[in-house]
């Protein structure tokens, strides 16, 4: 029943948004949907309540919450216009559009999407490039980092759980990263780079981005995400005299998140995902096939890299013990397809966000991200080639 409910529940997400034209409504009806079809409705309360009792949620709305107002006050300060104006002179507008999310990649934050979101809007604007366009980009070089870098949470558990050295990680993901890149670069014809601009061009272009600077110090330092949003947020608002931005509340954007995190919580605690797991097993699928299916699907159900990791990469290790699977190649598949399952999850966060930003639909940017996508699996074959040859 675990695959049938997470598929029944997925169905429910995508009509309910089409009907009613709410995100937060179709997260719902999956919710109830994929309860009741497991025979687990009660575990949508205790979902709910962990929810509410943890800090984890509270921390995300201070984040989020916080990038809206640095968002907002970047327009009235019309620092987001000056950025625009610079970074065309030193780069062009769709070579800005990815730079940008894919510096700030290096960071991983909890709808860090949404930090780059209103200047490649600003961008976008400017240039005339469609919305599906600039969010579509602006979230795929976000998250083309995540396939390798070392900062992720599920890298750090990928080497803590197999005693692989980290870096050693890195290097055998990098292709992935790499054609990531490529496919994204070549798939948005983002163009050929040419440095131009003047000095001042760069001091401006740095003076304009000083609150996600100040972001980023503050995460480099290894300070909580929330408190760094928090302080540079409100200190930048009052800066700037935006008063009003400091009491603006995104009710919806609320309510989304409670949502989240309350789905993300049944499907743990109802024991969904490790049904899920069993269910394909019992199947009688490949050992390849089931390291593959279940963190792809865990990724889409739960829209975070380190949560499908975590339940399938136990699994993964079961297999290596018993000497059913290589380790590295086994451990590079269950992270590669977890990922992919995150970056094509209609409850990701970033997805969520930047697709009401733009005003886009989710399925419409899950479309444009599929051929990079293609092109990153060309580096997740490459390697496997080379470690199972």
Known sequence: MATLSIL???????????????????????????????????????GFIKTISGTSFYELIIIVTGIYLISDTMKISENSNKFAE????????????????????????????????????????????DNLTAASMN???????????ILYPAVIL???????????????????GVFAFIGGWIFFKVGKIKFSGTLENWKNLLKSLIPIIAVMIGVILSIPGWIVVLVVSISYA?????????????????????LVFSYKNFVELSGLSK????????????????????PLTLGMITGITQAAFA???????????AGVLPLMAAGITTYYFSVVG??????????????????????????KILIPMIFSSFGYLLMMFILLK
Not at 158 to 176: A, E, G, R, V
């Open 8 to 46: 029944l529940g997925f169905l429910s997400l995508i009509i309910t948004i089409k009907f009613f034209k709410k995100v937060y409504i179709g997260v719902f009806s999956a919710l109830l949907t994929t309860a009741f079809i497991f025979f687990k409705p009660s575990f949508i309360v205790e």
């Open 342 to 367: 995150v970056l094509l999850s209609p409850v990701h966060l970033c997805l969520l966000l930047t697709s009401d930003f733009f005003e886009v639909k989710m399925e419409n940017m899950i479309k």
């Open 158 to 176: 990928f080497s803590s759980l197999t005693n692989i050295k980290i870096t050693k990680i890195l290097l055998i993901n990098i292709p992935t």
């Open 86 to 129: 610079n970074i065309h002179s030193i780069f062009n507008s769709k070579q800005a559009i990815a730079f940008m999310p894919m510096f700030l990649g290096l960071l991983p934050m909890p709808g860090g999407a949404m930090f780059t979101a209103p200047m490649v809007k600003d961008i976008a604007e400017e240039k005339n490039i």
């Open 311 to 321: 339940v399938t990469m136990p699994l993964t290790v079961s297999l290596v013990t």
């Open 139 to 149: 979230y795929w070089f976000r998250h083309l980092m995540e396939f390798f870098w």
């Open 275 to 294: 049904s899920f797991v069993n269910e394909l097993q019992s199947m009688g699928l490949s050992p390849w096939w089931i390291i593959i299916l279940a």
């Open 238 to 258: 009052i800066y700037y005299k935006n008063f009003s931005g400091l009491v603006k509340i995104k009710w919806e954007i609320l309510i989304l998140l409670l």
